[in-house]
């Protein structure tokens, strides 16, 4: 029989796995790799820098639930992928990094591009390993997945050196191992379910938190029907958005502020007291609170605040487990209470001075007006991706999603410089849902402009793809804030740049639209809503290549006055 080299092993040892995408940068020693991967069925999607293909693997994870591949070179390409890893071990995603390797008999000899990959990729993953031969590849490569989607999802890093690549082996002395089936659903006890819905039940101010654990596990319609049964408020963490609608008239995230602070007895179904909740602490919530945590993650249980109940098991499962009880003695909490009313109340103040925000008249575009009109415009079954600061956190209190797993963002890690990388993922994943030229529903990338530098090459991958992507810049000239074309110049007279301009300065009204055309995308420049909302039209119309929107608002544009911070701070 024909022997078979590593890189085939490899390859179908992920086609086994029913790993359908792989996304890398190829170099020495991975191009067979990626060769064989398309051989055996494999979508291959070159992309730019490890970083942005590791972003798009780990993206892909998320959203379908089983792991795609990043394809990284030795050296520099691996120590490339591990932002990507971090963040997806960072947000619970599965990923697997396959990562090239200097040959084995010239360890420790100065090879190119030499480095302990696998100890390095240690702190960034659930599971690190090189396979001790050939035949032990499909092993280490089963074990790589399931790792990645057993347990709390997270990274997993499989190593392969050169010289592994290209070697034979007679077929019949590979080790074959089946397809790692779905993860394993564990339900919680009875006996915490019962203290769950009892303390749920004899709650004043109950909330439930919805977070992208509950997106990521498939608990829509479970989730959605205990909303709706217990007629409860349901606040959604930034990607927990859309598991149960933003429109919903039970979604409080109006008056997140209120509520989180108000309530006394709260539900977290897959979120974590970090600082994205502000660690579950006062002022920004009750001292009193007693948290019902939901998380298959038995570490997590207790994290920053010990809970009154620990709900261990799938979201889906143990929202069912709950569901039933509710169901055997129908329970719904009254919706002229006071927490109601209070809800209610401030969730139609906030929303004045949101509308007041955006239709305030302003010689430029502003955070609120821009997203005033691009929200008037896009499709409700678009995914959204989004990062940067303002434009991430003002988007996403003003961008209403309907639909579960259709938001992308900096996440857990608040890393900026996923969006094209995510972008690219989802994009591909709509494509492939249509493929006979149909329409797929459109990625919309609402970027800042400095998020957007940092992976901005990647428009080339879109545009060489042919991928439905429109990506929205919202430019203000630099991070946080900028400074426009007359202060810019005063500065240059001023003196050297590197001394007198501002860190959070980037170039004035620079021509990212110009980026895309270069490319042979679609670019357009606007400073008006009028600009704004024509260039949205057209683009979102003809779907015929991707297209970015350059959208020059007032650089002194800020967000509105908050009763917190952003970023939870100890008080030392
Ligand atoms: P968010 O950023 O929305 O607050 P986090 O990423 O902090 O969400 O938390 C997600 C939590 O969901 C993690 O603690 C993870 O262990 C948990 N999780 C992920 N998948 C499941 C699942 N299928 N069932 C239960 N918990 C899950
Ligand atoms: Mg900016």
Not at 308 to 322: N, S
Not at 508 to 521: E, H, I, T, V
Request: aromatic share 6%.
């Amino acid at each position: 029989m024909e022997e078979v080299t590593g890189a085939q092993i490899i390859a179908e040892a992920l086609k086994t796995q029913n790993v359908e995408y792989m996304f890398g940068v190829v170099g020495v020693p991975v191009i067979e790799v990626a060769m064989a991967a398309q051989a055996s069925g494999i979508k291959y999607i070159g992309m730019r820098n490890e970083q942005s293909a590791c972003y798009a693997a780990s993206a892909i994870g998320y959203l379908t639930g089983r792991p795609a591949v990043c394809l990284v070179v030795s050296g520099p390409g691996l120590i490339h992928a591990l932002g990507g890893m971090a963040n997806a071990n960072s947000n619970c995603w599965p990923v697997v990094v396959i990562g090239g390797s200097s040959d084995r008999d010239q360890e420790t000899t100065g090879a190119f591009q030499e480095f302990p990959q696998v100890e390095a990729c240690r702190l960034y993953s659930k599971f690190t390993a090189r396979p001790s031969s050939l035949s032990a590849i499909p092993a280490v490569i089963e074990k790589a997945v399931r790792c990645s989607i057993f347990g709390r999802p997270g990274a997993s890093y499989v190593d392969i050196p050169g010289d592994m690549v290209n070697a034979k082996l007679d077929p019949a002395q590979v080790r074959c191992v089946s397809c790692c089936p779905s993860p394993p659903v564990s339900l919680a006890p009875p006996g915490d379910i019962t203290s769950a819905v009892t303390l749920i039940k004899n709650a004043h101010r109950p909330l439930l938190i919805i977070g992208k654990g509950a997106a990521y596990a498939r608990a829509e319609c479970v989730l959605g029907e205990l909303v709706e049964r217990c007629g409860l408020p349901f606040l959604p963490t930034p990607m927990g958005k859309g598991v149960v609608p933003d429109t919903h008239t039970h979604c409080v995230a109006a008056a997140r502020s209120r509520a989180l602070q108000g309530a006394d007895v709260i539900v977290l179904f897959g979120a974590r007291l970090n600082w994205m909740l502000h660690f579950g602490s006062a002022p920004r919530f009750n001292t009193h609170v007693k948290i019902i945590q939901v998380d298959l993650c038995p570490e997590e249980m207790g994290n920053n605040v010990r809970p009154a109940a620990a709900l261990l098991g799938d979201i889906r499962a143990v929202t069912t487990q709950i569901l039933e009880e509710f169901r055997k003695a129908p329970w719904s909490f009254p919706q002229d209470s006071e927490w109601w009313v209070e809800l209610r109340q401030k969730m139609a103040v906030n929303a004045e001075v949101s509308k007041a925000l955006a239709l305030a008249p302003s010689p430029m575009l502003n955070y609120y007006s821009a997203f005033h009109h691009i929200c008037e415009l896009l499709p409700p079954d678009c995914v959204i991706v989004s990062e940067g600061a303002n434009t991430m956190d003002i988007g996403r209190t003003m961008i209403q999603q309907q639909l579960p797993r259709h938001r992308l963002d900096a996440g857990t890690f608040g890393t900026m410089g996923v969006g094209l990388g995510f972008a690219v993922a989802a994009a591909m994943l709509e494509r492939d849902k249509c493929p006979h030229g149909n329409d797929p529903s459109r990625v919309v990338c609402v970027e800042g402009d400095s998020a957007f530098g940092f992976s901005g090459m990647e428009l080339e991958t879109m545009c060489r793809l042919k991928l439905p992507v429109l990506i929205i810049i919202i430019n203000n000239n630099g991070i946080y804030s900028g400074v426009d074309s007359q202060t810019w110049k005063l500065l240059e007279e001023m003196g050297d740049l590197t001394t007198v301009a501002p860190p959070v300065t980037l170039l004035p009204d620079c021509r990212y639209d110009l980026m895309m055309s270069a490319f042979g995308g679609r670019g357009y420049l606007v400073r008006t809503a009028e600009e704004l909302r024509l260039s949205l039209q057209e683009s979102l119309r003809d779907w015929q290549q991707p297209a970015l929107i350059n959208v020059l608002i007032d650089p002194a544009s800020d967000r509105k006055q908050q009763d917190f911070p952003w970023l939870t701070r100890s008080n030392l």
